[in-house]
């Protein structure tokens, strides 16, 4: 079941960090060894893109494949986030195409299938949540013709989700109709505000675009808050980066995101290394404990804003 969003508004003490790495980032290996380098290195979990390499949700016999895969997880003790971000999985020539905006809406409608799809293999899977994200504009596509056609191409897979009892984690991208946590509440708004939908918060991602710091995204994400991705990244620069090579501070921010309570992965996204995955994966895991145990030495509890009332946000807030 979705979590339930706190309405309260009262301190939270800090929440240990579960870390995982994404399957995006291991595209060479197969998903049995995968998981199980995962598993032997120490992650409490792993960040599961479906594509034609791991559990490919176009080819025969899904749900046999998928009990298969959630058995292996349960011996392994990797909790698991179902991501939908492959890059040619659907259309061997465009990458992420088709999208939720497509012009076409038969092309919609696989995107939309394969959400579908998703949910189902998250709930199958025991998954926290399911992620997705938006799409760029089409060109010659109005914006406000591409939020209807997201709020509709969504409407089903939140149904869905609802039934499965699986959130949906759309994530802000740059370059996306999608790009900022505004954005995303303006989704939320434009849906009204339905149980399932939750929010994907790619870390790197903040300090890369969003007006605040990324502790402060984070304090102000928290509500909505159901999948989390990390990595290093510079200022206005969309470039995934091992951890050191960038120009984030990670204690503050990691304690910023325990300070929430959040209890989902917080998954490292390094799609473009995985030509040298397992090295990357046996270097991430220290560095992101190591910050953890120095957030842990100075982090307070600290006030969640109350679900849908924007005037509880944090000073200084641009959340809409």
């Not at 979705?2 to 960090?17: E, F, I, K």
């Not at 897979?157 to 949906?168: E, K």
């Not at 984070?218 to 990390?230: N, T």
Request: charged share 25%; glycine share 8%.
């Amino acid at each position: 079941m979705y979590p339930a969003r706190d309405a309260s508004g009262d301190r939270r003490a800090p929440t240990p960090l579960r870390f995982g790495y994404g399957t995006n980032g291991l595209a060479d290996l197969r998903l049995d060894d995968a998981l199980a380098l995962l598993a032997d290195l120490g992650y409490d979990g792993v960040g599961l893109t479906l594509d034609h390499m791991h559990l490919d949700p176009l080819a025969p016999d899904l749900a046999a494949r998928t009990r298969r895969v959630a058995h292996r997880l349960a011996a392994l003790g990797l909790g698991v986030t179902v991501e939908t971000g492959a890059r040619y999985v659907l259309d061997p020539r465009r990458k992420h195409g088709p999208s939720l905006l497509d012009p076409d809406p038969d092309d919609r409608a696989r995107r939309v299938d394969l959400l579908l799809r998703a949910v189902r293999v998250a709930a199958d899977l025991g998954a926290h949540a399911v992620h997705c994200f938006s799409g760029t504009v089409p060109d010659g596509t109005g914006e406000d013709t591409a939020w209807k056609r997201l709020a509709e191409s969504l409407s089903p897979v939140l149904d869905a989700a609802a039934t499965a009892g699986v959130p949906l984690a759309v994530e802000p991208e740059p370059g996306h109709l999608l790009a900022t946590l505004a954005d995303f509440h303006h989704l939320r708004r434009t849906l009204g505000d339905p149980e399932p939908l939750g929010l994907t918060l790619d870390l790197g991602h903040c300090q890369c675009l969003e007006p605040l710091p990324p502790a402060d995204c984070v304090r102000e994400a928290a509500p909505w808050l159901r999948h989390v991705q990390i990595e290093d990244m510079r200022r206005g620069v969309h470039e995934h980066l091992p951890f050191g090579d960038g120009e984030m501070d990670f204690p503050p921010l990691l304690a910023a995101l325990a300070a929430t309570g959040y209890q989902g992965l917080t998954v490292v996204e390094l799609p473009r290394h995985s030509h040298a995955g397992p090295h990357f994966a046996a270097r991430s895991l220290p560095f992101l404990r190591r910050a953890a145990r120095s957030a842990d030495a100075t982090t307070p509890s600290v006030p969640v804003p109350p679900h849908g009332d924007p005037s509880a946000t944090p000073e200084g807030s641009t959340t809409p």
